[in-house]
């Protein structure tokens, strides 16, 4: 449950039309619960919005990023809140590969994932962690007292353990630390804006980024994955936050969310007012457009899907040049196509399943 000023707003799992579904609903018993999840994630605007507005040279500055060694290595932290809420208060449990107490559950989780993560983006693509200079992975659990949201706040992770009922702990599934952390990388390269089309651009390239971490994680390949973002978050062996092979489909008739919103063709494109109730135009709503066209690039490819489509989506996704923070769908399309014309060849398989993709989307 994000709130977001207007220019850079901080970027959470649980997207809008989820937490005002929750919002108008709770009843008085729940809420000064649901309330207080809104109080502390307003708390975080102002950090990623000043850490958004930064320029390279002044982030390094604040950030102080270490000597990068001959050969990138894996900087990670992780600290226990311990239902707490000031973020300097948490207690280092992790530190580079060392646990530093009896490591539970959580702690677990998001190692494995911060790991997942930092290895699809050095070993596939080539990149130094999420800055490209080798930015320590900073991660803190157990934020608040059932607080029902993970977050990228512009420098480090924050996740809540969920209220157990509708929502569980938001370091159960790989694919939305990952889809979080890539809103960091997306921040350093094209740095989209998080409105409209641009914004929906960039919630869907975490969701993209967030089901090859998964799925790498899982060792499963385009056909044996759910394609789903978020399921053992979203409590309910029928429910996930997000369906990239189906938009639309992740939660139907849920008791407190009812139907998942998501379009997944540009026909359907919901447009909404770019204010914070208008989801800043459909920015969670719309990525499943994008989410699908991808689904289906890389399931027409087949095999694993960061080998070939992931290439694809990455050389568009780091070029600065052609990719710009206003870039809107039709202008990612020109540019994944390129990027798989480049790297496979005109009338392969991987350009012609990009093509294809898209035109499924109907972009």
């Keep these: 449950m994000c709130r977001h000023n207007s220019h850079d707003p901080v970027q959470c799992i649980i997207p809008p039309y989820m937490s005002d579904k ?26 990623r919005s000043f850490f958004g507005n930064l320029n390279d040279a002044q982030r390094s500055v604040l950030l102080k990023p270490a000597k990068a060694p001959t050969k990138p290595v894996l900087k990670m932290q992780v600290y226990d809140m311990e239902k707490d809420t000031v973020l300097s208060n948490g207690k280092l449990v992790w530190n580079n590969g060392k646990a530093l107490k009896t490591m539970d559950t959580d702690t677990k989780n998001v190692v494995a994932a911060g790991t997942a993560t930092w290895d699809l983006y050095y070993q596939i693509f080539g990149r130094n962690s999420i800055d490209n200079l080798g930015l320590a992975l900073k991660h803190y659990i157990h934020y608040d007292n059932k607080y029902d949201n993970a977050f990228w706040d512009g420098r480090r992770m924050v996740y809540g353990d969920g209220d157990g009922k509708i929502f569980g702990s938001f ?75 189906a938009p639309g489909t992740a939660y139907v008739n849920h008791p407190d969310l009812g139907t998942d919103p998501q379009p997944a063709t540009f026909d359907k494109y919901m447009v909404l007012p770019d204010t914070d109730r208008g989801d800043w135009g459909g920015v969670h709503i719309n990525s499943g457009i994008t989410n699908f066209a991808f689904y289906v690039t890389a399931f027409n490819i087949g095999g694993f899907s960061w080998e070939k489509a992931g290439m694809i989506w990455y050389a568009a996704m780091t070029d600065k040049e052609n990719f710009q923070p206003t870039s809107n769908f039709e202008d990612f399309k020109n540019l994944t196509i390129q990027k798989a014309e480049l790297l496979f060849g005109s009338g392969s398989l991987e350009a012609n399943a990009v093509t294809d993709g898209w035109a499924e989307a109907k972009v």
Aim: glycine share 6%; no cysteine; charged share 25%.
């Design 22 to 47: 929750l919002l108008d609903a709770a009843s008085n018993a729940r809420l000064p619960a649901v309330l207080n999840n809104e109080l502390r994630s307003s708390r975080f605007r102002n950090d």
């Design 171 to 245: 370091t159960a599934d790989p694919d939305i630390i990952g889809h979080e952390l890539t809103h960091g990388v997306t921040q350093y390269e094209s740095n989209l804006v998080y409105h409209n089309q641009s914004g929906a651009l960039n919630e869907s390239l975490s969701d993209v980024f967030g089901i090859m971490i998964k799925q790498r994680l899982l060792n499963q390949d385009v056909k044996k994955s759910k394609w789903l973002i978020g399921e053992n978050v979203l409590k309910g062996a029928k429910y996930s936050l997000r369906s990239m092979k």
